[in-house]
């Protein structure tokens, strides 16, 4: 994943909107990346999962 597509994404699911979290680490989130996925979890359950494969975009809430 580019840089400059993470720094947007980092922006964009910074802070939970279920709960207004922006903690991670320590059981309170995370964030995962590697070259065509960004993940970004939730203490309180919320998920969210960015894939990017050959040049074709897909946003997809994994909860509710």
Not at 10 to 35: E, F
Request: with cysteine; net charge positive; aromatic share 4%.
């Amino acid at each position: 994943m580019r840089l400059e597509r993470l720094m947007e994404l980092g922006k964009q699911h910074s802070k939970c909107p279920q709960c207004g979290s922006s903690k991670i680490g320590g059981g309170s989130g995370m964030i995962y990346v590697d070259d065509t996925t960004f993940r970004r979890t939730c203490k309180c359950g919320w998920k969210v999962e960015v894939k990017e494969e050959g040049g074709s975009k897909t946003h997809a809430n994994i909860s509710s």
